[in-house]
């Protein structure tokens, strides 16, 4: 069993910066591809960024530029640095990692980022 909980989220004006953490506690994922996704209000859930076990990026077209995807493989973490940040990026971000031997996924419970002057 496998559970992500993610941090860093919170109130920052415009043109702030934040970074995003996920932990995955439980049984290690030694191959994996991890991810961050993100709901507003009202909306549907959106891809934000990838990182594949391979080492790959892959960024929403919104994002590209201010955000930026890490991960440490030894630690089952994944980050999220996110700078120049909008209004329009408030939501709530939820980390995603998955288990490149099983195909299994597991999804945290979600961090709210709120950006507002």
């Known amino acids: 069993q496998v559970q992500l909980v993610e941090s860093g989220g919170g109130l920052v004006q415009p043109g702030g910066s934040l970074r995003l953490s996920c932990a995955a506690s439980?049984?290690?994922?030694?191959?994996?591809?991890m991810g961050w996704y993100r709901q507003a209000p009202g909306k549907q859930r959106e891809l934000v960024a990838t990182?594949?076990?391979?080492?790959?990026?892959n960024y929403a077209d919104s994002v590209k530029g201010r955000f930026t995807i890490s991960g440490d493989n030894s630690k089952n973490t994944v980050f999220l640095q996110m700078n120049s940040l909008k209004p329009e990026d408030t939501a709530v971000y939820y980390c995603?990692?998955?288990?490149?031997?099983?195909?299994?996924?597991?999804r945290g419970q979600g961090t709210q980022v709120t950006v507002t002057s």
């Open positions: 439980g049984r290690m994922i030694f191959r994996k591809d």
């Open positions: 990182l594949t076990s391979g080492g790959s990026t």
């Open positions: 995603n990692m998955r288990d490149s031997y099983t195909s299994l996924s597991y």
